[in-house]
């Protein structure tokens, strides 16, 4: 029987153990797309205990407290940080075989170098050790990020963003870069008109253009664009229900766009038509600047909405959604190649139904033009584990190029989150032991070494041109 969590965690061969050992372990990380906050890496923020760094805004570990019958007050509510991580460690024996059993003990040997197992026994001398830690000069978030030996960073920033961190950051002269990416999601959210023209009052200040009509407020963002441009960002990204792609003309959306200007909700049709108008926009843009765009499609947030009002957005009341993408997301994607306006882009799925619609959709676009230009990201978010993992890389190993795939991404809020980049090279380099070992590949350690050193770093750097 093997040891929980041992030095061969998920590697379940001698063939796999070299494989990670020797190409996938020491690669850098290139985190592409993640929420950290970028004003706590400029400020290089160190947090006083456990609970601050590894429970404040993490969903999934909310989510799981609340299944186990934890109330309120000890996730979002009014208790102590010590209360609320004994009530998260009550939690912890509950989440076997969720990811976050793994998580939880991989992130704290590998950052805290505790291998106790956490339950409520062990609580208080963990939170204890690790509060210690956090509050030393090396705990700091600069020194994390270069713990975990990451290369470079792309946060997620609204147009309206200053980019003040990023700026003080590069000033700095940080030697990791911390780059912002575009995700200008509000920019195009008009299921409410309230909500919307205060983003459009806004975008009037930061931008310093009066925005009238539909031209001027596309003049406003354009700005933004350049500037984030200007700032190091190479990339977009957005968070869908699904991708919008109905027919339109100028001269509908103008209308649209005034007529929500002046307080009017629109109908679900005019809605769509201006979503479907924005993405074809911001795509061009990104195709100028030879940025690569991503979209994260599926998700059905804020379901209850007694306890979205109470706690806001991104607190754990979203789930997977069964939308049919693949003929909007076909005409998107050749409305934009067939005018040669199609840069690179990564697409992302939640429901694990689209998982082949997705890694065929990719080589419908891919056109000689750059290795693997269009791209099936990573299993993302509820995927985000061992079984989606697995499933992703098979799916695109049967349907693409896994040899040319741009690896993992961490998609989190929390600066301890790195580990599920040694997660996903655990589970690559076992796959690919495997079959070496059952006669199904070659037993060339060199060339799939290569492999999985572009998978892990090297195709992410040429892709990104970081």
């Known amino acids: 029987m093997k040891a929980f969590l041992d030095e061969h965690f998920l ?42 760094i590894w429970l404040y805004g993490d969903h999934y570990k909310w989510r799981a407290m609340r299944a186990n019958g ?32 793994h998580w939880t003990h991989l992130e704290l040997q590998r950052y805290f170098d505790v291998h106790d197992i956490l339950n409520a026994s062990s609580a208080e001398k963990i939170y204890d ?17 270069k713990k975990m030996n990451v290369y470079t960073v792309c946060t997620t920033d609204d147009p309206l963003d200053n980019l003040e961190h990023h700026i003080k950051l590069r000033s700095d002269g940080f030697e990791i870069p911390i ?42 963002l354009k700005k933004r664009h350049d500037f984030f441009a200007e700032n190091g960002c190479k990339v977009s990204d957005h968070g869908l229900e699904e991708i919008y792609a109905d027919d339109y003309n100028d ?11 002046s ?7 005019e809605g769509r038509q201006f979503k479907s108008a924005m993405l074809v926009i911001f795509a061009e843009w990104d195709t100028e600047k030879n940025w690569v765009q991503q979209y994260h499609i599926g998700a059905i947030r804020n379901n209850n909405s007694r306890m979205a009002a109470k706690l806001g957005a991104d607190t754990g009341w979203d789930s997977i959604g069964d939308f049919s993408h693949a003929r909007a997301l076909s005409k998107f994607l050749n409305t934009l190649d067939k005018d040669n306006k ?87 380099c076992n796959l690919f032991g495997e079959e ?20 892990c770093f090297n195709n992410a750097k040429k892709y990104f041109g970081w």
């Open 11 to 52: 590697l379940n061969s001698k063939t796999a153990q070299a494989l990670y050992n020797e190409y996938a372990k020491d690669m850098p990380v290139i985190d592409y797309h993640c929420h950290l906050p970028p004003a706590s890496i400029a400020a290089d923020t160190k947090y006083e205990n456990l609970t601050q």
């Open 179 to 220: 780059l912002p990416a575009f995700r200008p999601d509000a920019a195009m959210n008009v299921d409410n008109a309230v909500n919307f023209n205060k983003y459009v009052n806004d975008l009037e200040k930061i931008s310093d253009t009066a925005i009238v009509s539909f031209d001027d407020f596309l003049s406003a």
């Open 70 to 101: 934890v109330d309120e007050s000890y996730i979002t509510g009014d208790k102590s940080d010590r209360e609320k991580f004994l009530k998260w460690a009550e939690t912890v024996p509950s989440t076997l075989r969720n990811p976050l059993y």
């Open 342 to 428: 199609l840069t690179k882009t990564i697409l992302y799925n939640l429901n694990p139904a689209d998982n082949e619609m997705m890694a065929t959709m990719i080589g419908n676009f891919n056109d000689g033009s750059a290795e693997g230009k269009i791209q099936w990201g990573s299993a993302w978010w509820f995927l985000d584990q061992k079984d989606g993992m697995t499933k992703q890389i098979n799916t695109l190993s049967n349907m693409g190029l896994l040899s040319k795939f741009v690896g993992m991404l961490t998609d989190s809020r929390s600066f301890l989150s790195f580990p599920r980049h040694e997660y996903f090279r655990r589970i690559l």
């Open 129 to 145: 050790i690790c509060s210690e830690k956090l509050n030393s000069p090396e705990y700091s978030v600069r020194n994390l990020l």
């Open 263 to 269: 307080g009017n909700e629109l109908y679900i049709a």
């Open 251 to 261: 001269i509908a959306i103008k209308s649209i766009f005034e007529k929500i200007r």
């Open 436 to 455: 070496i070992e059952n006669g199904e590949l070659p037993n060339d350690m060199e060339w799939t070494g290569k492999v999985i050193r572009d998978i």
